[in-house]
């Protein structure tokens, strides 16, 4: 599924200073942002597979340490600011209509993976943030024009994070993610399947829009080679249809 990468020099001599080597012995320390039912379940796979794990919240650190000590043990609690500034990798699991609030600063330089959808119960009954045009992730990479940008975790409910990566450590689950910039793609795959997961690479971050919340794609936790066969036929689909409705063709 592997595509030719929109990747700029810019961001890509950035992210050769920046980015965590995937040759290092030692785990990327792996932030997360949000600590709601996907954050904490990410937090909680990633200290059960024995990874650095950092979270904070918009809640303060003596509100927010209790519930993960409780259902993270292993992850330590920080305020966002401090684990944007210890950690290697950040996970985005805010609501999509909370990226404005990120401080694109802090941020720079770092690799971000982007877990947010639209949901309307969430983020409004119309999305204003993002369309069959311009992918949810590609907001956030504008947003967060001097970070490394991916989609991953996003196509997988909470809860099937979780069970699958228990109950088919023979088979691995794909994990699908899209980025812009090549330099991260080893660091992703690596992330990926340190959580348990099989990473399956879709290409620019404008592919992304196939793994979100209308697609077939969305909520598949199966293998890899299945996971290829959906992408196949994608088209076939109503969401598929609609994307060449907006687009006026597929995403090239």
Known sequence: MRRPSATTAKR???????????SKMAEPTIGIIGA?????????IGTQRGLPILIGSRHSVADLKW?????????VTLSTPDVIKQADIIILAIPLSSYQDLDPKALAGKIVL???????????????????????SEVI???????????????????????????HPDVRRAMAYA???DEIRPTVEHVLSAFGF?????????FGLL?????????????????EDKIKHIYESDYGKKIVMARGSRIH
């Not at 890509?12 to 995937?22: I, L």
């Not at 709601?36 to 909680?44: D, E, F, P, Q, V």
């Not at 519930?67 to 992850?75: L, N, S, V, W």
């Not at 099989?198 to 290409?203: E, V």
């Open 67 to 75: 519930i993960i000590d409780t259902m993270a043990p292993g992850a």
């Open 114 to 136: 982007d877990a947010t959808n639209y949901w309307k119960e969430v983020d409004g009954t119309v999305n204003n943030i993002s369309s069959l045009t311009e992918s949810s």
């Open 141 to 167: 990479q504008n947003y967060l024009a001097d970070s490394l940008v991916a989609k991953a975790f996003n196509h997988m409910g909470y809860h099937d994070l979780e069970i699958e990566v228990d109950r």
């Open 179 to 181: 980025t812009d910039h």
């Open 12 to 22: 890509s001599s950035r992210g050769s200073r920046n980015c965590w080597e995937a």
């Open 198 to 206: 099989d990473p399956l690479d879709m290409g620019p971050l404008r």
């Open 36 to 44: 709601g039912k996907l954050g904490s379940t990410l937090a909680r």
């Open 211 to 227: 793994l979100e919340p209308g697609s077939p794609l969305f909520g598949e936790a199966i293998p890899k080679v299945d996971f």
